[in-house]
């Protein structure tokens, strides 16, 4: 054979392994993103940083997120993601207005399709000014009762 063909099959091969080994590394992120939709809709945690999020698996997805689990077991917060209400408290996020409590939240519906990325989400948020945050209890008294999330202070601007 010519060289010009061996160096043309040798070119042809390695842009196949290439596309090849793309493929697979696509395919296992889509792979991880369905395991952890599952995983947060169900029972079991997520693995992954990143969740496609609608609907049916926010109020799953949320509760197992590591801020919520953090919070104290006294905590009641208010979310409300355009007209739906979820009631927020550790490691739960019920449907529903909250009665009393220590916050309320609002965040954009067009934000909770992105929010698999929780802390940028809030974060993008805040910064877009579309985020309101209102405190029903004193300042020092949210402090004081929320310091187990204090270690989460950059997700929300501070």
């Known amino acids: 054979m010519k060289r010009s063909t061996l160096i043309l099959i040798f070119i042809i091969l390695s842009v196949g392994i290439i596309v090849l080994l793309l493929g697979f590394y696509f395919l296992s992120i889509n792979a ?3 395991k952890s939709i599952q995983s947060s809709s169900g029972g079991g945690k997520s693995v992954m940083g990143f969740v496609l999020i609608d609907k049916t698996n926010f109020p799953g997805y949320l509760e197992q997120n590591e801020i919520i689990t953090s919070l104290p077991k006294n905590a009641v917060i208010s979310l409300k993601v355009d007209s739906e209400y979820y009631t927020v408290k550790k490691s739960s996020v019920v449907k529903g207005k ?7 939240v609002y965040i954009p519906g067009n934000d ?3 929010i ?5 989400t809030v974060k993008n948020a805040i910064d877009n000014g579309d985020a309101v945050f209102d405190l029903k209890i004193s300042q020092v008294s949210f402090l004081w009762k929320y310091r187990s999330v204090l270690k989460y202070k950059d997700c929300f601007g501070f």
């Open 32 to 34: 991880n993103a369905i």
């Open 98 to 104: 909250a009665e009393n409590p220590d916050m309320e």
């Open 112 to 114: 909770v399709s992105q």
């Open 116 to 120: 698999g990325d929780f802390c940028n």
